[in-house]
């Protein structure tokens, strides 16, 4: 059990904001075969611009976008054009290779929610894209002190009972957790997972260890029930777990892949299919966005590594 804090991350473009990122981190890759948690606002649109990421793409992995408040409008080179509002999953799973933007609405005031990524694993990884737009299951829980209801919107897996129904590659959960204040939750897990609890609100106490506002706490395997508790104030957290996922995979920019070379191979697609326009029907397809998509990175100098995501 560990308590991680977050580092702060310009999410690049124009008017960008800043968001508060968990993972990877320097103790780990991955929970379960979750790779990325991106947690960001609440920030005024008015003050902060909102969120505003032109075409890119993505590679090897499964996008998850969350929302507390505001709304977020997607559109990828699948063809999908969807409103993300809080309490609704949206899933785009870029398996070979996709690319999307994503924009605050003119109506929007808020800003805030969560950007997760899910690794797949090597045999679904060059799967065919595609994007799920979900409303998730919920449950309301009694709080063992009598002090309320908790809430917890299951929208990846199964938990408590009730299963989301986005598609997944491998044994994984995500929920959103709003607990009153003064008040404790007994919950059952599935002990082959892993698990972390990102505290969005309030100070959550999980099994003795306490998270406050972006930190992520992390839970090994074992674990039948995990005991929550808030403080003063209401807690509102993201709960992800899942199986430790062991593949070494190298992460650069937006893609995940395997091997140096691959990153190399999919960042020249996307410079010269998409960000100089050659072929608009390669690999990652044609956004329909008013704007240029944006440029990738150099490369570093040196050669990436996979990291090993689990230790022995
Ligand atoms: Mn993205």
Same mark, same amino acid.
């Given at each position: 059990?560990?308590?991680?804090?977050?580092r702060?991350?310009?999410?690049?473009?124009?008017?960008a904001? *800043?968001v @508060?990122?968990?993972? $990877?981190?320097?103790?780990?890759?991955? #929970? +379960?075969? /979750?790779?990325?948690?991106?947690?960001?606002g609440?920030?005024r649109? =008015?003050?902060a611009? +909102?969120?505003? !990421?032109?075409?890119?793409?993505?590679?090897?992995?499964?996008?998850?976008?969350w929302?507390?408040?505001?709304?977020i409008?997607?559109?990828?080179?699948?063809?999908?054009r969807q409103?993300?509002? $809080?309490?609704?999953l949206?899933?785009?799973?870029?398996g070979?290779?996709?690319?999307h933007?994503?924009?605050?609405?003119?109506?929007?005031v /808020?800003?805030?929610?969560v950007?997760?990524w899910?690794?797949?694993?090597?045999?679904?990884?060059?799967?065919?894209?595609?994007?799920?737009?979900?409303?998730?299951?919920?449950?309301v829980?009694p709080?063992?002190?009598?002090?309320?209801?908790?809430?917890?919107t299951?929208?990846?897996?199964?938990l408590?009972?009730?299963?989301?129904? =986005?598609? *997944?590659?491998?044994?994984l959960v995500?929920?959103e957790l709003?607990i009153?204040?003064?008040s404790?939750?007994?919950? $059952?897990?599935? &002990?082959?997972?892993e698990?972390?609890f990102l !505290?969005?609100?309030?100070?959550?106490r999980?099994? +003795?260890e306490?998270?406050?506002? =972006?930190?992520?706490i992390?839970?090994?395997?074992g674990?039948?029930h995990?005991?929550?508790?808030?403080?003063?104030?209401?807690v @509102?957290? %993201?709960?992800l777990g899942?199986? &430790?996922?062991?593949?070494? #995979?190298v992460m /650069?920019?937006n893609? #995940? =892949?395997? *091997?140096?070379?691959? %990153?190399?191979a999919l960042?020249?697609? /996307?410079? @010269?299919d !998409? !960000?100089?326009?050659?072929?608009?029907?390669?690999?990652y +397809?044609?956004?329909?966005f008013?704007g240029?998509? %944006?440029p990738?990175?150099e490369?570093?100098s040196?050669?990436?590594?996979a990291?090993? *995501?689990t230790?022995?």
């Open positions: 059990m560990s308590v991680v804090r977050p702060e991350v310009p999410l690049g473009g124009l008017r904001i *800043t @508060r990122r968990t993972l $990877p981190n320097r103790e780990r890759t991955t #929970i +379960g075969a /979750w790779c990325f948690i991106d947690h960001f609440p920030h649109v =008015a003050d611009g +909102g969120m505003s !990421v032109a075409p890119h793409p993505h590679t090897g992995l499964q996008t998850v976008s929302l507390f408040s505001g709304e409008e997607h559109r990828d080179s699948v063809g999908s409103l993300v509002s $809080p309490g609704q949206n899933l785009m799973t870029a070979r290779g996709i690319a933007s994503e924009e605050s609405t003119v109506d929007s /808020w800003v805030h929610g950007q997760l899910v690794a797949l694993p090597e045999e679904y990884r060059h799967v065919g894209p595609f994007f799920e737009h979900v409303v998730p299951p919920r449950v829980l709080t063992m002190n009598d002090a309320g209801e908790a809430l917890v299951v929208f990846v897996g199964s408590l009972g009730v299963e989301s129904p =986005a598609k *997944t590659f491998s044994p995500g929920a709003v009153p204040a003064q404790s939750v007994e919950m $059952p897990v599935n &002990p082959d997972f698990h972390g !505290v969005d609100q309030g100070t959550l999980v099994n +003795g306490f998270g406050e506002h =972006a930190d992520l992390y839970l090994d395997r674990l039948t995990l005991e929550l508790s808030s403080g003063s104030q209401p @509102r957290a %993201i709960l899942g199986t &430790p996922f062991t593949e070494p #995979i /650069w920019w893609f #995940i =892949a395997r *091997t140096h070379d691959e %990153i190399v960042r020249d697609e /996307w410079q @010269r !998409v !960000v100089e326009g050659l072929d608009a029907g390669g690999r +397809g044609h956004v329909n008013d240029l998509p %944006i990738a990175p490369m570093p040196v050669r990436l590594r990291r090993a *995501t230790r022995a």
